[in-house]
């Protein structure tokens, strides 16, 4: 792990006095914690109406697998209440990935991923009508940023859901 060190030492205007003064910075990065990133349905409203889209990155999943984590809950409650508030619309649930690994297991990890948010939608407690809900998978060729570094790929590994 990375540790970066800002030492400043100065001496005060008069050396005579002979102080001096020290600062230390020590800066140790750790990941940021997850959970946060919750649309809520009023911005998913919002983006759809704008846009006919909406990323949504509070689903979350582990690397390489399709599996919801429990701190995607919150993030499914939003949809949920949106799904409610439109009871005739019907929407495409798209997954993305970042360009890590090849094309055809992209493909394969999004549509698998995009399948578990219908499933969850489908299932109690939110028991969403599976009819308006179409799981699809992009893989890699939608990126919203480059795939050059983690910050992009971070981006890059969303579910959509888009307006049908």
Same mark, same amino acid.
């Given at each position: %792990?990375?540790?970066?060190?800002?030492?400043?030492? +100065?001496?005060?205007?008069?050396?005579?006095?002979?102080?001096?003064? =020290?600062?230390?910075?020590?800066?140790?990065?750790?990941?940021?914690?997850?959970?946060?990133?919750?649309?809520?349905?009023?911005?998913?409203? =919002?983006?759809?109406?704008?846009?006919?889209?909406?990323?949504?990155?509070?689903?979350? /999943?582990?690397?390489?697998?399709?599996?919801?984590?429990?701190?995607?809950?919150? %993030?499914?409650?939003?949809?949920?209440?949106?799904?409610?508030?439109?009871?005739?619309?019907?929407?495409?649930?798209?997954?993305? =990935?970042?360009?890590?690994?090849? /094309?055809?297991?992209?493909?394969?990890?999004?549509? %698998?991923?995009? %399948?578990?948010?219908? !499933?969850?939608?489908?299932?109690?407690?939110?028991?969403?009508?599976?009819?308006?809900? !179409?799981?699809?998978?992009?893989?890699?060729?939608?990126?919203? +940023? +480059?795939? !050059?570094?983690?910050?992009?790929?971070?981006?890059?590994?969303?579910?959509?859901?888009?307006?049908?």
């Amino acid at each position: %792990q990375e540790v970066q060190i800002l030492m400043y030492t +100065s001496v005060a205007k008069y050396a005579a006095t002979g102080i001096a003064t =020290t600062y230390l910075h020590i800066v140790e990065p750790k990941p940021m914690p997850g959970g946060q990133v919750v649309v809520n349905a009023n911005a998913m409203k =919002t983006g759809l109406s704008a846009d006919g889209k909406i990323a949504l990155y509070g689903l979350y /999943f582990d690397t390489g697998k399709t599996e919801i984590k429990a701190e995607s809950k919150a %993030q499914l409650e939003e949809m949920a209440k949106l799904l409610r508030a439109q009871p005739g619309a019907k929407f495409f649930i798209v997954g993305h =990935t970042d360009n890590v690994g090849n /094309f055809e297991a992209n493909q394969t990890l999004s549509l %698998q991923r995009s %399948q578990a948010v219908v !499933s969850a939608l489908a299932a109690p407690p939110y028991s969403i009508d599976v009819k308006r809900l !179409s799981a699809k998978g992009a893989a890699n060729i939608m990126p919203v +940023s +480059s795939n !050059s570094d983690e910050a992009g790929r971070a981006l890059n590994r969303r579910v959509e859901l888009v307006a049908r």
